[in-house]
């Protein structure tokens, strides 16, 4: 299966790459023909179309293809086993591979893990596998993804391990390499041993550099919090304002044109422009202004509900940064410091890592893209400080942040909580009795007694959930007129909820605070839509499986 799950993903790499090359042409090329009497304000009409195609895609076929892609692979293994939709794979191929071609200020990275990823969870889901190896198998994709775009096999283990996983689990150890190394082999009989830049071989210069890259490494990692900080206020901006979600693309899409006329480089995942400041090309004035606008550009383009990852952004951001660091550098000690590209590539790396606080990824991945070791220790402690500062003042990365404000509960693996691995949807009780808000409070009382049941959820005329009744709400008007009470004039209204997605863990949480016997389940995106209740009883049920689950596994499974 991690075979199957290597080829998948390798091929599915190849084919990404070849849309994003296609939709570019299309786009750009077409645009220009089509639009050529605005002369060069032709391009900014470009993202914009893009925009609205990827929007009516994500709204109407799969909203979780919308955003970064690793964020939504992360959540499925915390919270759903490893479950991904299957449609998930072409949505997100189709989506990232237009805002890309269009574009759009993203990288492909991110959509092809989650590619890959859900080429796994499907085949896992299809031979009906346990959770442990559903989620393995999620790691399989996102390496075979990283390993066929990146040509680094290595990295891609890694990368599925550190980010994806979170640990590294030596039973799923084996299974990840065989994908990320099949995946490998398969995009390289398509596109060849080719690399995403041109590197040139930089080298230490003096061990007084050494301190210099310390600094950079510090600076790196404020980049990274900064850039964090503006990708989600953007998101929080879009999220918050009244218009069709369908829509907003497009009108980044606005921005992203603006921004993309002062260089073509700033469209799309910029590798252009990144080699540019590896080899030195870019003046330091010029090296600021591209990596502020392209962060705007980034933070725009998936704030709006656009499609794609924010690997290649965050290399950008920091080959302009780290190049401008460098060539100060250069001025101010130019006979003990490298040119500015050998610190446009370490300040890639350490952005990266401190934004994803993958510091074992950037490390590897970067080794293998230059394939040089001259340059591996200043880079190492770049990138080992800059994530030692970004984790100092934000805990969360630029990953779990979105995971995070889903309401996801992140800390998994903690053996003693065997609930953090089991859904509220396959615990809960569907089609639990309703009461109508008009349903007298007598006859309340008499559907109490024969059912059995403590409390029910209640529904208004059109179904929805209007809020809970429960017997100690009428015991507290038992001084009243019974006779003339409905339930909604009882019944509480300010409710605890659950969603479907969400751990039992966080739900126990919530119980036991409040002293609540039973939550509704609701809908994430329609809170009066109920899906089911879920009672102490459910919870000890669940429990014990997952416990019979754990020990059977323990047992040699």
Known sequence: ?????GIAAGLGAVAFRWLISNFHSLFFDGGERVFGALGRYHVILIPVIGGLLVGLIVHFFAREAKGHGVPEVMAA?????GRIRSRVALVKTLASSICIGSGGSVGREGPIVQIGSSVGSTVGQWFRLPEDWLKTLVACGAAGGISATFNAPIAGVF?????????????SFGYVVVSSVVADIVAHAFLGDEQSFLVPAYKLVAAWEIPIYAVLGIAAGVVALVFIYVLYKTEDI???????????????????????LYSFDLFGVGYGGVEKALLGEIALSTLLFMGLLKLVATSITIGSGGSGGVFAPSLFIGAMFGGAFGAMANRIFPTITAPSGAYAMVGMAAVFAGAARAPITSIIIFFV??????IILPLMLAVVISTIVARGFNPDTIYTTKVRKAGIDLSRYEDVDVMRSVTVASAMTRNFPTVSTEMPVSELMSKLARSGHHGFPVVDKNGSLFGCVTL?????????????????????KSLIVAFPDQSMHEVMLKLGAKDVGRIPVVDREDRTKLLGVLRRHDIISAYRGKLKESTRRARGY
């Not at 893209?369 to 001259?374: A, E, K, V």
């Open 369 to 374: 893209m230059t394939r040089d070791y001259d």
């Open 159 to 171: 990368f599925a391990l550190e980010v994806i996983l979170g640990r590294f689990i030596t039973r």
């Open 77 to 81: 293994v915390a919270a759903r086993g």
């Open 1 to 5: 299966m991690a075979t199957l799950v």
């Open 472 to 492: 100690a709400d009428v015991e507290a008007h038992m001084t009243s007129d019974i006779e003339s009470l409905k339930v909604e004039d009882i019944a509480t």
């Open 238 to 260: 879009f999220d918050a304002w009244k218009f069709p979600p369908f829509l907003k693309p497009a009108v980044g899409g606005i921005f992203i044109g603006l921004i993309g």
